[in-house]
């Protein structure tokens, strides 16, 4: 499958969600690339004028300076964040997130967006997360090696992410990232919520935030998209 075909096709979607006066969070990756060269190229060509952008790492935000996007510090609410997935649930719409190392910053943006959508690939549509791909866990850098065996002694595989020349990859925020092995015995969510509740652990790249909509590109340059399911009205006596 030609990935950046299907990569180019969805994020040429997204950006035509894009309107003038928004503040757009920027993801980061291969495919939320795409979407920045896209909306760089609508403002280069003055479809878009007054367009504000929130960058969830170091490396996006200096792209898209570079591709002439103004760039602002997360202040104020986000209109519309679009950000790329490692593994995407479905139908459910939940996510694995951070193979790139930036979860903490997209998660940030994530929940401060009005309207979060995902662009992936239909090579990143699973039935389970977790089988195939390391949950991401940013942890503290105190502490670090009793963290992961903590999370080591839930029967979780996890190991410090290294950087090819040895030593640990360190985020944006200073920190190291664990890459835990789910597996197909354990559910990703309780899993999830024992490695969130210890001390030292900052995030996860599990992601059951509210997702507007994922948009799916095939190697043809086709797209998809999948809505959300509309949320359960919970209905409540007041008195
Ligand atoms: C970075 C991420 C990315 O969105 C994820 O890794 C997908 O990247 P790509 O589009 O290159 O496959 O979560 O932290």
Redesign the pocket.
């Given at each position: 499958m030609n990935r950046d075909v299907a990569?180019r096709a969805a994020a040429n979607a997204a950006v035509a969600l894009v309107e003038d006066g928004m503040t757009v969070g920027l993801?980061?990756?291969?495919?939320?690339?795409m979407f920045v060269n896209a909306l760089a190229e609508r403002v280069q060509q003055d479809k878009l004028r007054e367009v504000t952008c929130v960058a969830?790492?170091e490396s996006v935000a200096g792209r898209a300076i570079t591709m002439g996007l103004r760039v602002v510090d997360l202040i104020n609410e986000i209109d519309l964040a679009v950000?790329?997935?490692?593994e995407v649930a479905f139908p459910d719409l939940r996510l694995i997130?951070?193979?790139?190392?930036?979860?903490v910053r997209?998660k940030i943006v994530a929940e401060a967006a009005r309207r979060f959508i995902i662009i992936?690939d239909s090579g990143?549509l699973v039935d389970r997360l977790g089988i195939h791909v390391p949950l991401?866990v940013e942890i503290i850098a105190f502490g670090a090696e009793q963290t992961c065996r903590r999370i080591l002694s839930l029967g979780v595989g996890a190991r410090f992410r290294s950087l090819p020349e040895g030593g640990k990859v360190i985020s944006d925020n200073g920190n190291p990232i664990v890459d835990c092995y789910i597996g197909p015995e354990r559910d990703v969510a309780w899993t999830n919520d024992l490695i969130r509740a210890m001390a030292g652990v900052i995030e996860t790249?599990y992601f059951d935030t509210e997702i507007e909509r994922v948009i799916v590109g095939d190697c043809s340059g086709t797209v998809k998209q999948l809505i959300a399911p509309a949320k359960k009205m919970v209905c409540r006596d007041v008195n």
């Open positions: 990569k993801g980061t990756g291969s495919t939320a690339a969830t790492s950000d790329g997935a490692d997130k951070g193979l790139g190392g930036a979860l997209e992936v990143k991401p790249g």
